[in-house]
């Protein structure tokens, strides 16, 4: 896609963001179906029926782009390009009538034999903030462009660190969140991987670590952290669940210092 192209891409996406997150929202502080329940996470019917709202918005302008997303994928992923979408990040927060989750969706063209992104958008209803970046244009905050905070030292860091579902995965995190504790301003844990990354990205936070995140939670959010000048760095759970990461992302600025006193632990 060329910058005009992609540019229009953007604003069907912003469109379908926006009504998909509209459509979570109304149903906030109702009763909630649940359809599946595990020790850490929290599957509802809503993210099911938001998936398919945003899956036949962008099939019905780009019907030859598949969607890989949290809800499932609508067919088999080999296309030069894929829509990653998760539809409610921050469904634990969401079925607790806690006021932090989001829309994620997330352009990914094929490169070789993986993918980049070249679209993300990020959308919270709550807040009515929506993130925004193509390989063309800049990271925007509501329309208005953004970059990462200019915070250097990780005594002046608010860090956010995220906890999967999984054990082990969480073994890591709290080991990292124990570390960080006495050498940080703040250590949060906020429940949305995708709008902790937004976060980084606008310079609200200046990190977020989590060892267990899947795909769909991170295609957006690291790429508009990306264009706004912060560091996005994953690495690929070995034998893990299907695009399983670890990740350790930052405003590029306290990279080193996070090194230092994480070790091996995201890497």
């Given at each position: 896609?060329?910058?005009?192209?992609?540019?229009?891409?953007?604003?069907?996406?912003?469109?379908?963001?926006?009504?998909?997150?509209?459509?979570?929202f109304s149903q906030?502080?109702?009763?909630?179906?649940?359809?599946?329940?595990?020790?850490?996470?929290i599957k509802l019917q809503l993210d099911v029926e938001t998936q398919q709202l945003i899956q036949k918005r962008l099939l019905e302008a780009y019907p030859d782009i598949p969607l890989l997303g949290e809800e499932g994928s609508h067919k088999k992923i080999t296309a030069p390009f894929r829509w990653v979408v998760d539809p409610i990040d921050g469904t634990v927060n969401f079925a607790f009538d806690i006021p932090h989750a989001c829309v994620s969706i997330a352009l990914q063209r094929r490169e070789g034999t993986g993918y980049e992104t070249i679209l993300g958008v990020i959308y919270d209803p709550f807040c009515n903030e929506i993130w925004t970046a193509t390989t063309y244009d800049a990271p925007r905050?509501?329309?208005?462009?953004?970059?990462?905070?200019?915070?250097?030292?990780?005594?002046?860091?608010?860090?956010?660190?995220?906890?999967?579902?999984l054990q082990s995965n969480l073994n890591v995190s709290m080991d990292a969140m124990v570390k960080l504790t006495s050498q940080v301003r703040k250590v949060r844990i906020m429940g949305s991987a995708a709008l902790d990354l937004a976060y980084v990205a606008c310079g609200r936070l200046d990190a977020?670590?989590?060892?267990?995140v899947r795909l769909w939670d991170i295609a957006a959010g690291g790429f508009i952290l990306e264009r706004a000048g912060g560091k996005f760095h994953h690495v690929p759970i070995p034998h893990g669940e299907f695009e399983s990461y670890k990740l350790a992302a930052s405003n590029g600025k306290i990279s080193d210092e996070l090194q230092t006193y994480l070790g091996k632990l995201f890497d």
């Amino acid at each position: 896609m060329d910058a005009m192209e992609l540019g229009i891409c953007l604003e069907r996406v912003i469109k379908t963001a926006r009504e998909a997150g509209q459509m979570f929202f109304s149903q906030w502080r109702r009763p909630k179906t649940i359809n599946e329940v595990k020790q850490h996470d929290i599957k509802l019917q809503l993210d099911v029926e938001t998936q398919q709202l945003i899956q036949k918005r962008l099939l019905e302008a780009y019907p030859d782009i598949p969607l890989l997303g949290e809800e499932g994928s609508h067919k088999k992923i080999t296309a030069p390009f894929r829509w990653v979408v998760d539809p409610i990040d921050g469904t634990v927060n969401f079925a607790f009538d806690i006021p932090h989750a989001c829309v994620s969706i997330a352009l990914q063209r094929r490169e070789g034999t993986g993918y980049e992104t070249i679209l993300g958008v990020i959308y919270d209803p709550f807040c009515n903030e929506i993130w925004t970046a193509t390989t063309y244009d800049a990271p925007r905050l509501n329309g208005d462009v953004f970059r990462v905070s200019d915070r250097s030292s990780l005594s002046q860091a608010v860090i956010s660190v995220g906890f999967s579902k999984l054990q082990s995965n969480l073994n890591v995190s709290m080991d990292a969140m124990v570390k960080l504790t006495s050498q940080v301003r703040k250590v949060r844990i906020m429940g949305s991987a995708a709008l902790d990354l937004a976060y980084v990205a606008c310079g609200r936070l200046d990190a977020y670590l989590e060892s267990g995140v899947r795909l769909w939670d991170i295609a957006a959010g690291g790429f508009i952290l990306e264009r706004a000048g912060g560091k996005f760095h994953h690495v690929p759970i070995p034998h893990g669940e299907f695009e399983s990461y670890k990740l350790a992302a930052s405003n590029g600025k306290i990279s080193d210092e996070l090194q230092t006193y994480l070790g091996k632990l995201f890497d």
